[in-house]
């Protein structure tokens, strides 16, 4: 049989998701921002759409903002945050293991004569609550930590931000990237304390090609295109409703977030036995990160030929982030993992319609590459 459990990567669509874009492409074809009949019914789907995904945060459809993804949102965050608070301060602080998509436009907020500061993260991949607190000060405009690692799956002390940068005077917005949170953590941003919040469609059953990002009423960012008044003219050009609609469908339709983590945890305590039965495989992810993320790593093979011999036999799972395509993990290597854990690193995760026949076709598969390709 065939086992998937790659879902970090993408989640394959359900249902609800699947005949709501067929609806929208079908029906309700019309451009949201046209005034006629067809227009008008377009409208209607995307603030329904939007009430439906600000539903799934406990926040107003009035702070959610469409994207075409988490990396669009991230950008929107980060670039929008920065050039709005530019003349308060110039220090952005975050993690060592973000997202590329958060990594990278740190790192050209950087060439801008911006200040970055890298948190370092201990060997289960999280940071200090006392480095994070030491990092933000008075001139410190943004910090973005993301709630759940993309990689090993690792918590992080979203919680303690609000506070650390109350206590810094800072003029900080607080961001947080959700995308692997989304769906599978009860998630409230105006709990959390945070001012920005990234979440996507396809991790959580949806289509690829719509995502959000939560701007808590008040909070003012600049744009980072320009072309159209849609979503407040944060993100011009007309809304891809399709996607939009599969998006807040997938939304609507998922599960208490407490039931499905317990049914996914049952899966992980049989991953995990099995793999302790397996010689020389090392779990790289601690005991608590989130249940549906398992990180592992098999010294002396090689993840891409792990992943062929995998994937020959209907098994799928993948090296680390999906966005990094094949690039060593900076996540593993700021956890301290030397080159033989980092080299034969894989990524198991899990999603509600996981089975206990995948885990045990993982770790069939798993054993006999083990066996088979010591000796080749």
């Known amino acids: ?4 459990l790659d879902n970090s990567a993408t989640t394959p669509p359900c249902r609800e998701a699947t005949e709501a874009m067929q609806e929208a492409l079908t029906h309700l074809w019309g451009n949201p921002s046209s005034l006629h ?4 019914a377009a409208e209607h789907l995307l603030q329904d759409a939007r009430a439906l995904v600000a539903a799934s945060l406990s926040a107003k459809p009035d702070e959610i903002t469409f994207t075409s993804g988490g990396t669009e949102a991230n950008n929107l965050a980060l670039f929008g945050a920065a050039a709005a608070r530019r003349r308060r301060g110039r220090r952005i602080v975050i993690s060592a293991v973000e997202h590329s998509s958060i990594a990278e436009s740190a ?4 060439t801008r004569g911006f200040e970055v500061v890298y948190l370092g993260v201990d060997s289960k991949g999280r940071v200090s609550e006392q480095e994070l607190a030491r990092a933000i000060n008075a001139e410190t405009i943004l910090v973005s930590l993301m709630a759940v690692n993309n990689e090993v799956g690792s918590l992080q002390p979203v919680d303690s931000l609000r506070r650390a940068v109350r206590y810094a005077g800072a003029p900080a917005l607080i961001h947080c990237d959700a995308v692997q949170a989304y769906g599978k953590l009860a998630l409230a941003p105006q709990h959390m304390g945070v ?6 469609s396809h991790k959580i059953h949806g289509p690829k090609g719509a995502g959000a990002l939560y701007i808590r009423k008040g909070v003012k960012l600049q744009p980072i295109l320009f072309g159209g008044s849609q979503e407040g003219k944060l993100r011009p050009g007309t809304e891809a409703m399709p ?4 998006f807040a469908a997938a939304a609507k339709a998922l599960p208490n977030p407490q039931q499905a983590l317990a049914y996914v945890g ?3 305590e049989r991953l995990v036995a099995g793999l302790q039965t397996i010689k020389g495989v090392r779990i790289n992810s601690p005991a608590d990160s989130l249940a549906y993320l398992t990180n592992i790593s098999v010294p002396g093979l090689m993840s891409e030929t792990l992943l062929n011999f995998l994937s020959a036999r209907g098994v799928y ?6 966005c990094a395509k094949g690039k060593k993990s900076r996540v593993l290597q700021a956890m301290g993992l030397g080159e033989p854990e980092i080299n034969g690193a894989l990524r198991i995760s899990l999603s509600r319609y996981t089975t206990c026949d995948e885990i045990d076709a993982f770790l069939f598969a798993l054993t006999e590459a083990r066996h088979t390709l010591a000796h080749t």
């Open 107 to 110: 790192a050209e907020l950087q």
């Open 243 to 246: 996607a939009i609609a599969g």
């Open 37 to 40: 009949q067809a227009g008008l």
């Open 317 to 322: 799972v993948s090296a680390g982030s999906a």
């Open 266 to 268: 049952t899966l992980r």
């Open 1 to 4: 049989m065939e086992a998937y």
């Open 195 to 200: 001012d920005l919040l990234t979440v996507s």
